[in-house]
């Protein structure tokens, strides 16, 4: 039986970390690794969870550096 990850093809890393990675798949979802957990988007989504990590690690860093200063 081949494995369900295989089904459409190889895919094709975009981009990765120690501990997480993001790949694309022959069919075009985009499949994002975090440890042993997998979640598949297709690509509007992606890309509208990519906005909202980048807002919210901007936050966090605007969070860190207010804390720093007081």
Do not use: I, W, Y
Request: charged share 25%; aromatic share 2%; net charge neutral.
């Amino acid at each position: 039986m081949p494995r369900p990850e295989l089904a459409h093809g190889p895919r094709q890393r975009l981009a990765g970390r120690a501990s997480c990675s993001v790949d694309r798949c022959p069919c075009g979802s985009l499949h994002v690794n975090l440890g042993s957990v997998t979640l598949r988007f297709d690509e509007q989504e992606f890309k509208e969870l990519a906005a909202a990590l980048g807002e919210a690690a901007s936050a966090l860093a605007r969070c860190s550096d207010a804390v720093a200063v007081h």
